[in-house]
């Protein structure tokens, strides 16, 4: 079924296994019970529910993935109505999700439950084809001229793994922004401070999970869209190698930068649902490397890990996110002995803006003259336009190559600025606010122009209370090494972790 790499930390899944058998291969990669951290300082902390306590949780008669879902359905309701409007969801069925629910509590009730993911509740981005809803983009018009007819490949594997899929989060309209304010289906909110943006432009994969609507929700990254929303709603965020999740039935907005990403309360989470979606569309000739996953030991065993770091480019951000990081990093050096390796990346602005060009190329190019307002500026870049960021795309490649020969990963800041407050005007017409985008986005380029993985990992908190992130970018095809990584780094952090102002708890909730 899988080999485990000698001398190594890595699990190799052979090919051909089901998504349910990825999903039993990361169960087994987790910490054992006698292995796992007992700090005594996590007994008061806030935990967030993980994909084991539901699984646990059904498994042993304690309530039923029917009574999650009624939990669930009433809490849409609540987040949703007059006094709060968090938009979360775009859309969702509660007979749909009762269905789902009412199926997995007869597979628990026959004891034959489908894998760990039976049972819980995973929302997806409208981005992202999920039967039966339509997708939207965000927009009020894409779904009538392009229809959705079956689940994308991803939800499909999620689906296949007996998870109950919740409905289609909100999303910054086509993905063209980073606040996650829409005018059409509301502003969605971030659960630590209503009153401040939640990030785009997954932002209601992000804020769902940061309430405790579902322990993993799905986004797409195409331009930080994952990793920006997740920092601001202090929950993990994975954006896997370009390839390494098929991409079918996701709208092919950014076919070179665009990879669907997975938003998660805590890294083993993210782990269990990154075996679930990863792997070969069933249209596609195996292509991809093979597919490692790490195994999550002792953390004192993980020992020589070099991260690169830019200075100037670490410490464009405000004073309170600079500090977070460079304490976070100090603990890992202190911690597991890790080493900083200084160097220079150039031309970084260059490179956003050839990220640009080529991202507003390809979008413009997928859906034609109808996109207006932030997608209008796009359509003024030709082919030589294009061309040329494709070169500077090989040139950045090169620079990567080069540090990642003398670190193991580079260590950035997730975004420049933590959740900004919402202006009372933005609702009718949306919002671009160039100089809070330009810094949210500032660390998130090179994961996707140059197709390399990357997480974030909440590591603290801003004077006002609003999560930081920090960013672990690694070399193509490297997310088990991410992964054991983001691993350590939460277990120095999650004793500080804080519960949100608007969360749910559906696993004990009366």
Same mark, same amino acid.
């Given at each position: ?136 983009? *965000? ?40 606040? *996650? ?22 932002? *209601? ?263 930081? *992130? ?41």
């Amino acid at each position: 079924m899988a080999d485990v790499k000698q001398g190594e930390e890595l699990k190799y899944l052979n090919s051909g296994l089901s998504p349910a058998e990825q999903v039993q291969e990361a169960k087994d990669c987790l910490p054992t019970s006698e292995t796992k951290n007992t700090d005594s300082t996590l007994a008061n902390s806030f935990q967030r529910w993980t994909i084991m306590d539901y699984s646990r949780a059904y498994t042993s008669r304690e309530i039923t993935p029917l009574m999650v879902a009624e939990r669930l359905i009433s809490a849409i309701m609540k987040s949703s109505g007059p006094g709060m409007g968090m938009s979360f969801f775009i859309n969702y069925e509660s007979h749909d999700i009762l269905r789902q629910a009412t199926e997995s509590t007869l597979r628990y009730e026959r004891g034959e439950p489908i894998s760990v993911l039976d049972g819980v509740p995973i929302a997806i981005k409208d981005e992202i084809d999920c039967m039966p809803y339509p997708t939207t983009g *965000g927009t009020k018009w894409l779904h009538k001229v392009r229809s959705c007819k079956e689940d994308a490949c991803c939800v499909n594997r999620l689906r296949s793994c007996g998870a109950i899929l919740v409905g289609k989060t909100n999303m910054h309209e086509l993905g063209a922004g980073t606040s *996650g304010i829409n005018p059409h289906y509301g502003t969605c909110r971030n659960p630590y401070d209503p009153k401040r943006i939640s990030g785009g432009s997954s932002s *209601g994969s992000a804020a769902v999970v940061c309430a405790g609507l579902c322990p993993v929700a799905l986004g797409v990254d195409g331009g930080g869209s994952v990793r920006m929303p997740a920092a601001l709603c202090g929950v993990v965020g994975l954006k896997p190698s370009f390839g390494r999740v098929p991409h079918p039935g996701v709208i092919p907005w950014n076919w070179t930068v665009g990879m669907v990403g997975i938003l998660a309360g805590t890294v083993e989470d993210s782990l269990i649902t990154y075996a679930a979606i990863s792997g070969e569309a069933e249209t596609r000739q195996p292509t991809t490397p093979k597919l490692y996953l790490p195994i999550l030991k002792p953390l004192s065993q993980m020992s020589n890990i070099r991260l690169a770091k830019s200075k100037e480019w670490f410490n464009d951000c405000s004073d309170d996110i600079r500090i977070c990081c460079l304490s976070a990093l100090d603990n890992l050096h202190k911690t597991y002995g890790w080493k900083t390796v200084e160097v220079t990346i150039p031309d970084i602005e260059v490179m956003r803006l050839a990220h640009y060009v080529t991202i507003g190329a390809e979008c413009s190019t997928s859906l034609g003259s109808d996109v207006r307002v932030a997608l209008s500026v796009y359509g003024a870049f030709d082919s030589r336009d294009y061309l040329n960021a494709q070169r500077i795309r090989n040139r950045q490649m090169k620079t990567h190559e080069k540090i990642f020969s003398v670190a193991d990963v580079i260590v950035t800041p997730t975004v420049g600025v933590t959740a900004y407050e919402i202006k009372d005007d933005v609702q009718e017409t949306g919002e671009l606010d160039y100089i809070n985008g330009a810094a949210l986005v500032r660390y998130s380029i090179a994961g996707n122009f140059l197709g390399l993985p990357a997480v974030t990992v909440p590591v603290g908190y801003d004077k006002a209370g609003l999560p930081i *992130g920090i960013q672990f970018i690694g070399k193509p095809w490297s997310e088990a090494l991410l992964i054991q990584i983001a691993y350590a780094m939460e277990a120095l952090c999650k004793a500080e972790y804080r519960k949100p102002e608007v969360y749910y708890d559906l696993l004990t909730e009366s």
